[in-house]
């Protein structure tokens, strides 16, 4: 087997997951300046355009199976051994940082990465990927009303998430880009909702990790109904060049072990007081408590993400950053593994 592909934060990036800069959506609001190009893209029938437009996620379908990783709560969970090694590499002087939010100034999109519903009459169209012997090279629901992160003009990440709610089907890629008329991508992953199949050994997905984005994403329509239930998907500045259960790829050539591997999970202490928190930061803590973070990429220090939604308020976001890095621990997720082969967890009694 090859060695698995690199990915680094370019230079030009200040080490988070994405510049959110520039919301412009094909053939969506804010698009004006491409509204020529988009006309050419391929692909069609879309549920929702843009950014400023919010996308719950389908009530058709459930973000993987009850007992997978994602799902499956950690609080009982014995601490790793390099719980204060691998906090301090990240940072733990600093708070947390919620990579989501209302636009700000001339930004007239959300931060956050978006999410994207179609259904299954969508057209498919081939994608070109750059890594292409780690994408899965089928074809992808892409079209003029993709969301991409940042927009067509960001130099970030440019995630694309897209739900096919006929057959929960979840695609996403990597640095995606409409090029002449057809689409290219870094690179592409397509899981079934309804499965805990892992990637192939050693691949990569649209994460450096080799996991899915969406399943850790933070969604402004569970906040605010009271109840996350599910890891939270996380970025720090220095990883090791090693994955861990259920990660399949990483993304440093640093073999240090006072570094992180990819797929280290992470929980706010038990001992950590909810009083004083909002309800909505309440919930997003307790989530932290139950379920806790996974490193997912390399980029700035407890950057961790949510959707693109225009209803995240204000007040919550500044409320958030205010989480201490400190209060955080490395737990034994390995504990969780019924088969490496497999994102079916282990559930502890609680």
Same mark, same amino acid.
């Given at each position: 087997?090859?060695?698995?592909?690199?990915?680094?934060?370019?230079?030009?990036?200040?080490?988070?997951?994405?510049?959110?800069?520039?919301?412009?959506?094909?053939?969506?609001?804010?698009?004006?300046?491409?509204?020529?190009?988009?006309?050419?893209?391929?692909?069609?029938?879309?549920?929702?355009?843009?950014?400023?437009?919010?996308?719950?996620?389908?009530?058709?379908?459930?973000?993987?199976?009850?007992?997978?990783?994602?799902?499956?709560?950690?609080?009982?969970?014995?601490?790793?051994?390099?719980?204060?090694?691998?906090?301090?590499?990240?940072? /733990?002087?600093?708070?947390?940082?919620? /990579?989501?939010?209302?636009?700000?100034?001339?930004?007239?999109?959300?931060?956050?990465? @978006?999410?994207?519903?179609?259904?299954?009459?969508?057209?498919?169209? @081939?994608?070109? =990927?750059?890594?292409?012997?780690?994408?899965?090279?089928?074809?992808?629901?892409?079209?003029?009303?993709?969301?991409?992160?940042?927009?067509?003009?960001?130099?970030? /990440?440019?995630?694309?998430?897209?739900?096919?709610?006929?057959?929960?089907?979840?695609? *996403?890629?990597?640095?995606?880009?409409?090029?002449?008329?057809?689409?290219?991508?870094?690179?592409?992953?397509?899981?079934?909702?309804?499965?805990?199949?892992?990637?192939?050994?050693?691949?990569?997905?649209?994460?450096?990790?080799?996991?899915?984005?969406?399943?850790?994403?933070?969604?402004?329509? *569970?906040?605010?109904?009271?109840?996350?239930?599910?890891?939270?998907? =996380?970025?720090?500045?220095?990883?090791?060049?090693?994955?861990?259960? @259920?990660?399949?790829?990483?993304?440093? #050539?640093?073999?240090? #072990?006072?570094?992180?591997?990819?797929?280290?999970? =992470?929980?706010?202490?038990?001992?950590?007081?909810?009083?004083?928190?909002?309800?909505?930061?309440?919930?997003?803590?307790?989530?932290?408590?139950?379920?806790?973070?996974?490193?997912? /990429?390399?980029?700035?220090?407890?950057? =961790?993400?949510?959707?693109?939604?225009?209803?995240? @308020?204000?007040?919550?976001?500044?409320?958030?950053?205010?989480?201490?890095?400190?209060?955080?621990?490395?737990?034994?997720?390995?504990?969780?593994?019924? #088969?490496?082969?497999?994102?079916?967890?282990?559930?502890?009694?609680?």
């Amino acid at each position: 087997m090859k060695p698995p592909q690199l990915r680094f934060v370019p230079a030009s990036l200040s080490l988070g997951t994405a510049l959110l800069i520039g919301a412009t959506v094909v053939g969506g609001v804010g698009a004006a300046a491409t509204d020529s190009s988009a006309a050419r893209l391929p692909g069609e029938g879309v549920v929702s355009q843009s950014l400023s437009q919010a996308v719950d996620f389908p009530q058709e379908c459930r973000l993987f199976p009850r007992k997978n990783y994602w799902n499956t709560r950690i609080d009982k969970l014995p601490l790793h051994r390099r719980s204060k090694a691998w906090t301090g590499a990240i940072g /733990d002087s600093g708070s947390l940082h919620p /990579d989501f939010g209302p636009s700000f100034g001339e930004q007239s999109e959300p931060y956050g990465i @978006p999410l994207t519903v179609v259904d299954g009459s969508h057209a498919r169209v @081939p994608v070109s =990927f750059y890594y292409d012997d780690e994408s899965d090279r089928v074809r992808y629901p892409l079209g003029t009303g993709t969301r991409i992160e940042g927009g067509l003009e960001s130099d970030g /990440d440019r995630h694309a998430i897209v739900v096919d709610r006929d057959s929960c089907t979840l695609f *996403e890629t990597y640095d995606t880009r409409p090029a002449g008329g057809a689409w290219e991508a870094g690179s592409g992953a397509v899981w079934s909702l309804r499965s805990n199949t892992l990637r192939p050994e050693g691949w990569t997905s649209a994460d450096a990790a080799g996991l899915p984005i969406l399943p850790g994403l933070l969604r402004y329509e *569970e906040v605010a109904s009271g109840s996350v239930r599910h890891a939270i998907r =996380f970025t720090a500045p220095r990883t090791r060049k090693q994955y861990i259960w @259920p990660a399949r790829h990483f993304a440093s #050539s640093d073999t240090s #072990s006072a570094l992180p591997p990819m797929g280290a999970r =992470f929980r706010l202490a038990r001992n950590f007081s909810l009083q004083g928190w909002s309800p909505q930061a309440r919930t997003v803590l307790r989530a932290m408590k139950r379920y806790g973070l996974v490193l997912a /990429d390399n980029g700035s220090p407890w950057y =961790f993400q949510g959707t693109a939604d225009s209803r995240w @308020p204000i007040d919550l976001v500044d409320e958030l950053k205010a989480i201490p890095a400190s209060a955080f621990e490395a737990v034994r997720s390995q504990k969780l593994r019924i #088969s490496s082969e497999s994102a079916r967890a282990r559930q502890l009694r609680r």
